[in-house]
Nanobody, 126 residues
């Protein structure tokens, strides 16, 4: 089992940057796939980026080239560097951890038979 705590959200103007962090606690050594998804008011959940145990990363088209996912294993922390932010990036952002040996993609890191945190709010103004 694992606990996830996101932080780093806030309010920025369009074109700005934020770095989200996800601290993990518990059986972190068994995590196979981690990632980020977001949910905006009135919209569905959107998988953004994934990071598997081999260090392979994948991104949704909507954030490719602007967002970078990374993981610091020594600190058991997952990051999401977000650059060139747009108003449509406004949402609650969540990190996900999966112990299953799934195909680790942005679609996989949507909540289901995995673990996710309480989220951190990102607001981008025009």
């Amino acid at each position: 089992q694992v606990q996830l705590v996101e932080s780093g959200g806030g309010s920025v103007q369009a074109g700005g940057s934020l770095r989200l962090s996800c601290a993990t606690f518990g059986s972190t050594y068994s995590i196979y796939c981690m990632g980020w998804f977001r949910q905006a008011p009135g919209k569905g959940r959107e998988g953004l980026a994934s990071f598997d145990s081999d260090g392979i990363t994948t991104y949704a088209d909507s954030v490719k080239g602007r967002f970078t996912i990374s993981r610091d294993n020594t600190k058991n922390t997952l990051f999401l560097q977000m650059n060139s932010l747009k108003p449509e990036d406004t949402a609650m952002y969540y990190c996900v951890a999966d112990f299953r040996r799934v195909v680790c993609t942005p679609d996989t890191v949507l909540p289901g038979k995995n673990y996710w945190g309480q989220g951190t709010q990102v607001t981008v103004s025009s």
